[in-house]
């Protein structure tokens, strides 16, 4: 059987839990005891999931080991396995919680990015956390397939004793509350940030944190008017009279007889007309 033991709320506790690493397709039981020193301890088995149980620590700061024991059995027999370790070697906290990562109005090249400590973690006053917080470029063909075999080959989960891998990215490690300003990326590129954790003085960093996505600050676009623009804007308001297509200038030529004078006449009425109007 494959057996896990981890901190990730100390000093209450720890927790134990196992799996078989390929099924057996008969009933099995599973028996896990730990031994601290000399002294057994009570692991409280979770009602869900099934394969875990909870052991509170009842002194701190030893050097004693704790033991810890699975045995599985079934109709073909049975199999055990042992874990040793110290209390320290175990702490591993969850991941910085509610990460929000937003534009600095005004400066292209910030981004301001605050989280909680995970609520596991019962207390952060005493026992405080450091962080490491970690940003890039979103490239699609580099990110576009983020999955947890790629965070746990580059480092991104499981125990690790040094910062987690950048991704060729950029990092930072803050000690000092739970809020960073990045002060170098680019205007107008899109972010993707993710922060992890770990206690002050013991090992392991935590796992990443679910990513969020920010894009720093872009001064809006002004509307800018081209010189043809204006040329066509000037000619569109500028007119000149032109004759109504209904209206026909008189020739006398063509007109016969007496009538000439009375049709030039009207003619020269209806021109003034429109003349009058555009004044």
């Given amino acids: 059987p494959v057996l896990m033991c981890r901190s990730n709320n100390y000093p209450k506790g720890f927790y134990c839990s196992w799996h078989l690493p390929s099924p057996t397709y008969i009933p099995n039981s599973f028996n896990i ?46 199999n055990s396995t042992t874990l040793t370790f110290d209390e320290f070697a175990i702490v591993k906290p969850d991941p910085p919680e509610s990460v929000v990562a937003k534009p600095v109005p005004n400066n292209p ?50 125990g690790s004793r040094w910062p987690p891998a950048l991704w060729g990215g950029h990092g930072v490690e803050l000690s000092d509350g739970t ?8 205007a107008g590129k899109e972010y993707i940030i993710q922060v992890a954790a770990k206690d002050n ?25 081209t010189e043809a623009q204006v040329t066509e804007t000037m000619s569109a308001s500028t007119s000149s009279f032109v004759p109504p297509p209904t209206t026909k200038i008189c020739d006398k030529r063509a007109v016969v007889g007496s009538g000439a004078v009375a049709v030039c006449w009207t003619a020269g009425l ?10």
């Fill in 33 to 78: 005891s730990v031994i601290h020193g000399t002294r057994e301890m009570v692991c409280e088995k979770d009602v869900f999931p099934k394969n875990r149980c909870h052991i509170r620590y009842l002194q701190l700061f030893l050097t004693v080991k704790y033991r810890v024991t699975l045995t599985v059995m079934n109709a073909l027999g049975k």
């Fill in 179 to 186: 809020l960073h300003t990045i002060t170098d990326t680019y």
């Fill in 270 to 279: 209806v021109l003034a007309a429109y003349g009058v109007l555009f004044i």
């Fill in 109 to 158: 090249w910030r981004l301001e990015v605050v989280w909680q400590n995970p609520s596991s973690w019962p207390d952060p006053e005493s026992f405080p956390l450091k962080f490491f917080l970690r940003y890039q470029p979103l490239i699609l063909d580099q990110w576009q397939h983020i999955s947890d075999t790629e965070l746990a080959r580059t480092g991104g989960s499981g």
């Fill in 201 to 225: 003085d013991i090992d392991t960093w935590s796992d990443w944190s679910v990513a969020v996505h920010a894009t720093p600050w872009m001064e809006e676009p002004k509307h800018l008017t």
